[in-house]
């Protein structure tokens, strides 16, 4: 069974950081492209930035220059550092992947349980 657990998510005031942590377990052969989402209350969950597995990252417009996404293929893991967050960060954010279980198999599109994020002072 392939999980990916997230971890990282808190209270910060405006203004702050925070690092969000995704590590995918389990038995699995590859992973290619991983990112994060986030849902805010009664908001439609969007892309909130991706990685390839060769590195190549892509952001939303509204978190450039703020947030950094990076991976560690060897720990099977992605991260996203927030900067400067505001309170329209607020929302949960969500780990995503894709995950090749088996070399015969295609790539499966696997999410992570949510962890919330709050801007507030």
């Known amino acids: 069974q392939v999980q990916l657990v997230e971890s990282g998510g808190g209270l910060v005031q405006p203004g702050g950081s925070l690092r969000l942590s995704c590590a995918a377990s389990?038995?699995?052969?590859?992973?290619?492209?991983m990112g994060w989402y986030r849902q805010a209350p009664g908001k439609q969950r969007e892309l909130v930035a991706a990685?390839?597995?060769?590195?190549?990252?892509n952001y939303v417009d509204s978190v450039k220059d703020r947030f950094t996404i990076s991976r560690d293929n060897a720990k099977n893991s992605v991260y996203l550092h927030m900067n400067s967050l505001k309170p329209e960060d607020t929302a949960v954010y969500y780990c995503?992947?894709?995950?090749?279980?088996?070399?015969?198999?295609?790539?499966?599109?696997?999410w992570g349980q949510g962890t919330q994020v709050t801007v507030s002072s």
């Open positions: 995503n992947a894709d995950i090749r279980r088996r070399t015969w198999l295609d790539y499966t599109n696997y």
């Open positions: 389990g038995s699995f052969f590859s992973i290619n492209a």
């Open positions: 990685i390839t597995s060769g590195g190549s990252t």
